[in-house]
């Protein structure tokens, strides 16, 4: 028996395992194990960004296990976000404390959320630039290649 006889139709093996169901509010305490599920980051990861004050205070059990809540999550896919902009930690971490301090701090976070979308932008433009100089290239390796085969054929 293959593989492929082994698994649903349409199934891909390959593909990343489902991700898990949130809790409702009220009753969303989740282990670091459940949030390496469903974040895809490391526990290691996770426990850095607390060391270095990228995640808010983690309330912890009775025996001291960190607890994180719906909260956490939606912080953590904003910091998943932010990094795929290519923002330092650093200003990541002014970010965090920005949001920690309140609502005196919004003209800052603004300014930083501002230049990041216009980098992101500059590499955007940058990343066209270079999809069309594939485009043309594939284009003309195609071209080249049906040539060949169109005088091969005669």
Not at 62 to 78: A, C, E, P, S
């Amino acid at each position: 028996m293959t593989v492929m006889e082994t698994t649903e139709p349409g199934t891909d093996t390959c593909a990343d395992p489902p991700r898990a169901t949130r809790r409702p509010d009220g009753r969303d305490q989740y282990t670091i194990s459940e949030v390496v599920a469903f974040t895809g980051l490391t526990a290691h990861t996770l426990r850095w960004y607390e060391r270095i004050g990228l995640m808010p205070h983690i309330d912890r059990s009775h025996t001291g296990q960190r607890r994180y809540r719906n909260r956490d999550l939606d912080w953590l896919d904003l910091v998943g976000k932010l990094r795929l902009t290519g923002m330092p930690v650093a200003d990541m971490v002014r970010y965090a404390e920005m949001v920690r301090e309140g609502d005196d701090t919004y003209a800052e976070r603004f300014e930083l959320l501002e230049a990041t979308r216009r980098d992101v932008r500059a590499r955007i433009a940058e990343l066209q630039d270079t999809l069309a100089v594939l485009d043309r290239k594939i284009s003309f390796y195609a071209d080249a290649g049906r040539a060949l085969a169109s005088e091969g054929s005669r």
